[in-house]
């Protein structure tokens, strides 16, 4: 009878041990899951970076819609953007060239832990960037404009990124000088101005700005009208800036 019941004992243990042994998951992918219900930018699809190291892979995803990728487990960045112009770069971030101006990019950029099954973000695209419109009081004139500064982008956190910038204004149709410029992350923008090739001043645009009451902290940057007074001799004599979305007006 003993003998008989051996092999059902044996299976019976077997099956015990083989419940207390835990699968080992640590090389099967994490399921990220990126939902953008929250955004308020007004963009149709989003582009969607998911980089390690000098690894990307490149995606997109419609605007209010939740995004579902299966990736390996452990750190990677994860950057999400509308209006970028495809300046982003691995390893990086979002780069601007040198001598063009910031793209109109939304952005929502974070590490994340691709740890366990499914790892959950949501991602709130915010405005970084700002729209400088610049009217010359009185209208025309030989002068031109060079804005320096020394952020270049954002980062893969989704911080300023340092680096040389520079872009000219371009001549809208209805009259205005227009650039646009990154979040930054204090008030060392300069502009020069210039007229027949010979630089007549630069001015501390940053400083401007600040004294202004303008905040590159806001979560959303808020566009920016500029009205540049220009004497007879053509040296700006000085600034009224105001904002769009309050309609604002201040003298300096």
Same mark, same amino acid.
């Given at each position: 009878?003993?003998? @008989?019941?051996? !092999?059902?004992? *044996? ?6 041990? &083989? ?5 080992? %998951? =640590? ?72 001598? @063009?101006?910031? !793209?109109?990019? *939304? ?6 832990? &691709? ?5 959950? %973000? =949501? ?86 700005? &600040? ?42």
């Amino acid at each position: 009878m003993l003998r @008989s019941l051996f !092999p059902l004992c *044996f299976s019976t243990l077997a099956l015990f041990l &083989a419940s207390c042994i835990k699968e080992d %998951r =640590s090389s099967c992918p994490c399921v990220l899951t990126i939902s953008t219900e929250k955004t308020a930018d007004s963009s149709t699809v989003f582009s969607v970076y998911l980089s390690r190291g000098e690894e990307i892979f490149a995606d997109s995803l419609d605007a209010g819609k939740v995004y579902e990728k299966a990736v390996p487990r452990g750190l990677l960045y994860v950057t999400v953007s509308s209006g970028d112009d495809g300046t982003f770069e691995p390893g990086k971030g979002i780069v601007i060239p040198f001598g @063009s101006n910031c !793209p109109p990019v *939304f952005l929502w950029s974070r590490p994340v832990k &691709a740890e366990g099954e499914t790892v959950s %973000r =949501s991602a709130v695209l915010l405005k970084s960037h700002c729209r400088v419109r610049m009217r010359l009081v009185p209208a025309g004139g030989a002068v031109s404009f060079v804005i320096h500064g020394g952020i270049a982008g954002f980062d893969l956190d989704g911080n300023p990124l340092e680096g040389p910038f520079e872009c000219v204004p371009h001549r809208t149709d209805d009259g205005f000088l227009e650039f646009i410029l990154p979040r930054q992350k204090d008030n060392s923008l300069l502009m020069d101005v210039s007229s027949g090739g010979v630089l007549l001043r630069t001015f501390a645009l940053g400083e401007i700005l &600040a004294r202004a009451g303008y905040s590159w902290k806001d979560k959303d940057l808020k566009d920016i009208s500029m009205e540049v007074s220009c004497s007879a001799n053509v040296l700006i004599s000085d600034f009224s800036i105001w904002e769009n979305v309050q309609n604002r007006e201040i003298l300096l």
